[in-house]
């Protein structure tokens, strides 16, 4: 029996649990007392938190971040820029695994223990479950936790649901589409209305049904808005509601551009919420209403997009912005609300109940952050500070499953520069 006791922590909270005491780790699971013998870690100065959910994420574009040509430009201009790079780099299991890699170290070293990764692109691709298996590599090599979306983006329904159904088949076969030991979930999922119709969303609904996999999409940026009414003269929800795709196993990525009667729609439905600010701000795309949305009952995670839109898989400084423009669009959210997105939120809207707390039973991916130094000098309030204060905070300690995956603000299960040489080999960028 393996244990572990982080001991004298300032404060130690999550969305349903806040105090000051020690926090104890037995098998991968937070416990009341610890087991003997325990390793006791000095967390004296420290923040305990549960690890952060990133509930929207596309990691193979973390190979492709800042590319000329994608930064102040419009979507029709965006997407064929970030095509044409995939085409020249070739969509394999060797780019997929070098961007994971990347992307899911970035995510650990700055304190996001599980990734929803929405891969999208599978052009010229000739195996699509070699495609996800760089990913799920990449994430069990490293110690975090992932969910593969599979996604489409204009494909061949038929061809997209049977590699769905062979990518749930070889990494999570059970029904509810989660591995055994709760490292890899599969999930399906659209891009949008914008680019596919009522057949993909059926044919991929129907995997989802025959496996129990969750559901996602994006919607109601103001490009997919737009879209929508050229096309077919009906808004993104109306269409999805009519598809069958508006259901309490379905999250819906941005929702920026909701009215309040589909806002009322998406309540009823039991559908969540992955709030994007970090992509959804600089593409021009708006800011998703996330206190009328928390107000109706909507389950809202954090999610950062992808290296095209964002650059960044810092979850816990899109969620400073989110806090930040939440006052452009209703009253202003408190930083612990916000926290409870990034985390339990994103965990809840994957159906992923037992992560994203520190109460006794539930999963023990934690984060410890060190609140000690100049940059939270002057803070009367620690918890709130990990928002407000310190942009580019990193967790000093990460914890998956009762095993750390980052201590001392480095990486215990690769190596960060190591990481960045493969990629940029396997790119030449």
């Not at 223990?113 to 691709?125: E, K, P, R, Y």
């Not at 039991?270 to 949305?293: E, F, N, Y």
């Amino acid at each position: 029996m393996s244990s572990l006791t982080l001991r004298g922590a300032h404060a130690v909270w999550s969305a349903d649990v806040e105090g000051v005491h020690d926090v104890h780790i037995v098998d991968g699971s937070i416990s009341s007392q610890p087991a003997q013998p325990a390793e006791r870690i000095d967390v004296t100065g420290c923040v305990v938190t549960p690890g952060l959910v990133n509930a929207h994420h596309h990691l193979m574009q973390s190979a492709f971040r800042t590319l000329p040509g994608t930064r102040g430009v419009s979507m029709a201009e965006w997407l064929p820029t970030m095509a044409a790079a995939y085409t020249e780099a070739r969509i394999d299991e060797s780019l997929t695994y070098a961007a994971a890699r990347a992307g899911i170290a970035e995510s650990l070293l700055c304190g996001v223990t599980m990734v929803a990764d929405h891969h999208l692109n599978w052009a010229g691709a000739k195996d699509t479950v070699s495609v996800a298996a760089g990913v799920v590599r990449a994430s069990r090599e490293l110690g975090a936790r992932v969910a593969f979306v599979r996604g489409s983006a204009g494909d061949d329904p038929d061809a997209a649901a049977a590699s769905a159904d062979k990518i749930a088949a070889e990494f999570a076969p059970d029904v509810g589409g989660v591995s055994a030991d709760g490292g890899v979930q599969i999930a399906v999922g659209p891009a949008g209305v914008h680019s596919d119709g009522e057949a993909m969303f059926r044919a991929l609904a129907d995997v989802a049904t025959d496996r129990g996999l969750r559901r996602r999409t994006q919607a109601n940026e103001q490009v997919d808005t737009a879209v929508a009414l050229e096309r077919y003269g009906r808004r993104p929800l109306e269409l999805l509601d009519d598809w069958g795709w508006l259901e309490p196993d379905v999250t819906i990525a941005h929702a920026c551009d909701v009215t309040d009667d589909e806002i009322g729609l998406l309540a009823s439905r039991g559908v969540s919420v992955t709030h994007a600010p970090g992509c959804d701000v600089p593409m021009g795309w708006g800011i998703a209403p996330v206190h009328k949305l928390r107000q109706a009952g909507i389950e809202v995670g954090m999610g950062t997009s992808g290296g095209g839109s964002n650059d960044a898989g810092h979850l816990l400084a899109d969620a400073r912005l989110a806090m930040q423009v939440s006052g452009l669009v209703g009253p202003a959210l408190d930083a612990r609300s916000i926290l409870a997105a990034a985390t339990a939120g994103s965990a809840r809207g994957l159906g992923r109940h037992e992560l994203a707390t520190l109460e006794v039973g539930s999963t023990a991916d934690v984060c410890v952050w060190d609140v000690s130094t100049i940059t939270d000098a002057g803070t009367a309030d620690p918890v709130a500070g990990l928002l407000w204060l310190n942009p580019g905070r990193r967790p000093r300690h990460v914890i998956v499953g009762g095993r750390f995956v980052v201590r001392d603000y480095a990486l215990v299960t690769g190596d960060e520069h190591e990481i960045r040489a493969a990629l940029r080999a396997r790119t030449g960028r």
